[in-house]
């Protein structure tokens, strides 16, 4: 688990949008999933819903639990 992941998945997190993230963090959005995908599988988790046509992802409730962790 990398420092990198562990922030792109909190700012995530903050502004519910993945390409939000990707510009405030001045990362590209395949470089924001990668990073996340990268975060899944080593957790073995989902960690957001997103939702083809909706703007805003959702957090799972393993997402949810893993927020005070990282």
Known sequence: MKQAEIETF????????????????FLSQPTVSHRLKCLE?????????????YKQIELTAQGEEFVPIA
């Open 10 to 25: 909190l700012m995530i997190v903050k502004t519910k949008n993945i390409t939000k993230t990707a510009e405030n963090l």
């Open 41 to 53: 599988e080593e957790l073995n988790v989902k960690l957001l819903t997103r939702k083809k046509g």
